[in-house]
């Protein structure tokens, strides 16, 4: 999953994906550090894909399809939805992810948010 989302990389969402919050935002606003720092990433992934494995638990609920929802539908709450959070989920659904700034929030916080749901599920 982070090698697609790599293809927008200019914009840090696989940087996002991986949970680096951070330099997500940096690459956001900076296109890739200008396009540098993305083709550079293409070698780094490899690592930053352990990383998050060690860092965030896995469960019922898979980051990777969060991830889609929250990327091509997140703007109408069908991520929050996903895991399970109905009530934020419709509101997503008709403030349109709360005016764009309830969706920017999951973009930083998704992985945590469903690493804390599997924790919860485990007997």
């Known amino acids: 999953m982070g090698y697609l989302l790599w293809i927008f990389g200019f914009l840090g969402s696989h940087r996002f994906y991986y949970g680096k919050r951070i330099s997500a935002v940096i690459w956001f606003f900076t ?3 200008f396009f540098v720092g993305w083709i550079i990433d293409l070698f780094l992934m490899p690592g930053m ?11 019922r609920i898979n980051h990777s399809v969060a991830w ?3 990327t091509f ?3 109408f709450g069908v991520h929050r939805m996903y895991i399970g959070k109905w009530f934020t989920g419709i509101l997503y ?3 349109i992810g709360l005016l764009g700034f309830g969706w920017l929030w999951d973009l930083l916080t998704l992985n945590e948010q469903v690493s804390d749901i599997n924790l919860r599920e485990i007997p």
């Open 93 to 95: 659904l008709f403030t």
């Open 31 to 33: 296109f890739g550090l």
């Open 49 to 59: 894909d352990q990383e998050a494995d060690r860092r965030y638990m896995e469960g």
């Open 68 to 70: 889609i929802f929250l």
């Open 73 to 75: 539908l997140g703007i």
